[in-house]
C-alpha cells in the first residue's frame, strides 16, 4: 500500500515546474488521462462530486492538495481534515490560516501557508508569522511579484516556495521559477505540460 510520505511534495523533484490547479470533474479527469505532471491542486469544487476521481487519482500515484479554504463539502475542523487524509487519499491542503494547517499537521497531512504579497511590510508580516514546525511549504499570491521581490526578501523566506494567481504565459512560468519558485500553480490547461 503506498503512504501519504512516498507522494510528498516537499520530497518530490519536481519534474515539471508547474502544478495544475483544478476546478472541476472533467478537467480532474483529463488531467488524470493525459497529463505527465503527478501533481494536482484542487479548488472551488466539491471534493464530494470527485470521489471516483479520487480513487483513480490514488491508485495513479498522484499528490492531491486540496485549497481547503476554497472547497465545498469539507469543514476545516478534525472530522473534516481526517477525512481528507483517511477517505480521500489527500496529500496535503492549502490554507492562510496557520490554525487550519497546524490541526492538517496533526493528521500527517502536508501544509502550504498561502502569503498574498500587497507590499513588502505585508510579505516580512506574514512570513514572521510562518510557523515551520506546521508549515512545508509557501505559496506567494499573486505570483507575478516574484521575479520582481528583492532577492534578499526571496532568500529571506524561511521555506521553500510556489507562486500561484494571475499567471497566463510560458514567460511568465519560466520567470517565476528563475526567481526562485519551486514551481508554479496554475488554472491554465496550455500552461500544465511545462
Not at 518530490?12 to 505527465?36: D, F, G, M, T, W
Not at 490560516?97 to 511590510?121: C, M, N, Y
Not at 521575479?147 to 529571506?156: E, G, I
Request: charged share 20%; net charge neutral.
Amino acid at each position: 500500500m503506498l503512504t501519504q510520505s512516498c507522494r510528498s511534495l516537499t520530497a518530490l523533484q519536481l519534474k515539471y515546474k508547474v502544478i495544475p490547479v483544478v476546478e472541476n470533474r472533467v478537467q480532474l479527469a483529463q488531467l488524470l488521462e493525459h497529463s505527465r505532471s503527478k501533481v494536482v491542486l484542487l479548488r472551488h469544487c466539491n471534493l464530494f462530486d470527485f470521489v471516483t476521481l479520487l480513487d483513480t487519482a490514488w491508485q495513479r500515484e498522484y499528490t492531491v492538495f486540496v485549497n481547503i479554504d476554497h472547497i465545498d463539502g469539507i469543514y476545516p475542523d478534525s472530522a473534516g481534515l481526517s477525512y481528507l487524509a483517511k477517505r480521500l487519499h489527500i496529500t496535503g491542503i492549502v490554507s492562510n490560516h496557520p490554525k487550519i494547517l497546524s490541526l492538517g499537521k496533526s493528521f500527517g497531512l502536508e501544509t502550504i501557508q498561502r502569503i498574498f504579497a500587497v507590499d513588502s511590510t505585508g510579505l516580512e508580516t506574514a512570513v514572521e508569522s510562518v510557523d515551520t514546525q506546521y508549515v512545508d511549504l509557501l505559496d506567494i499570491s499573486p505570483a507575478l511579484v516574484i521575479p520582481s521581490l528583492a532577492a534578499d526578501l526571496l532568500r529571506w523566506l524561511p521555506l521553500p516556495f510556489i507562486g500561484s494567481g494571475l499567471i497566463s504565459t510560458t514567460r511568465q512560468v519560466e520567470a517565476i521559477v528563475r526567481a526562485g519558485a519551486s514551481a508554479v500553480a496554475t488554472i491554465r490547461p496550455e500552461l500544465w505540460s511545462l
